[in-house]
């Protein structure tokens, strides 16, 4: 089994920063791919960003240039840096990895049990 825990739900002003993590932790044996997505109410989820297990990054046309996803393999934990943060990114934000267990090998997509951000004055 593997279970993953996020954190950094808050509330913050516009053009303020956050940053959310998700720590995994279970029979893992490596972890491949880490996204963010979000789901704000009446929209469709959203990719937010992705990390490879190589570090390449990929990211939504919406929060290029603001948001920075990174990773730290040694502890099996993804991040999220949210800065100058907009009304339009609150949202209740989710990670999801590919994770390969151990000992028998299988690849399994895990989500977080999601985090609301609220940017707000």
């Known amino acids: 089994q593997v279970q993953l825990v996020e954190s950094g739900v808050g509330l913050v002003q516009p053009g303020g920063s956050l940053r959310l993590s998700c720590a995994a932790s279970?029979?893992?044996?490596?972890?491949?791919?880490m996204d963010w997505y979000r789901h704000a109410p009446g929209k469709a989820r959203e990719l937010v960003a992705t990390i490879t297990s190589g570090g390449s990054t990929n990211y939504a046309d919406s929060v290029k240039g603001r948001f920075t996803i990174s990773r730290n393999n040694a502890k099996n934990t993804v991040y999220l840096q949210m800065n100058s943060l907009r009304p339009e990114d609150t949202a209740v934000y989710y990670c999801k990895l590919s994770v390969v267990t151990g000992p028998i090998y299988r690849l399994l997509e895990v989500w977080g049990q999601g985090t609301l951000v609220t940017v707000s004055s």
């Open positions: 279970g029979s893992i044996f490596s972890i491949n791919a």
